[in-house]
């Protein structure tokens, strides 16, 4: 692994609790006094995830963002996407387990995995007053 990759993957797992865009993980390894280009963030980045090392993300902000796979993870986790400020919670438990059953019984189809992705407004957004239409403005 080039010493590149090495710090990329290293920036990653300091923070495997965001959600990170090609853009933040840059600015990161920036303050690192990095002299990785985005270029080479975004190739690294499409490696990965050619290698199930990250996924993939697109949560409607026009950013594609990255967060690590969980090895041996039978589901990935939720999303809780403010729509306000950005802000991606998750929610570990596996909120879909009735349903995926049923749709295997009924369907005859084996589930592998799916994503869930909840658009709304984060507690603290909800507390600065502005919530619906006009928060966007």
């Known amino acids: 692994m080039t010493p590149q990759r090495r710090l990329i993957l290293q920036t990653l797992l300091e923070n495997k609790e965001q959600h990170l865009s090609a853009e933040e993980l840059h600015a990161l390894l ?16 499409e490696l990965m995830e050619d290698l199930s090392i990250v996924h993939k993300l697109n949560f409607g902000d026009g950013r594609s963002r990255y967060e690590l796979c969980q090895p041996h993870a039978e ?5 809780l996407v403010c729509l306000r400020c950005n802000r991606i919670l998750e929610v570990k ?13 009924e369907h005859g189809f084996q589930i592998f995995d799916h994503r869930v992705s909840f658009y709304g407004y984060c507690s603290d957004c909800q507390k600065g ?4 239409e006009d928060a966007n403005e």
């Open 93 to 105: 438990e596996d909120l879909l387990q009735q349903l995926e059953t049923l749709i295997e019984r």
């Open 30 to 45: 920036k303050e690192k006094d990095s002299e990785i280009g985005l270029a080479t963030v975004y190739r690294t980045l």
């Open 129 to 132: 007053g502005t919530t619906g």
């Open 75 to 79: 589901h990935q986790h939720h999303h």
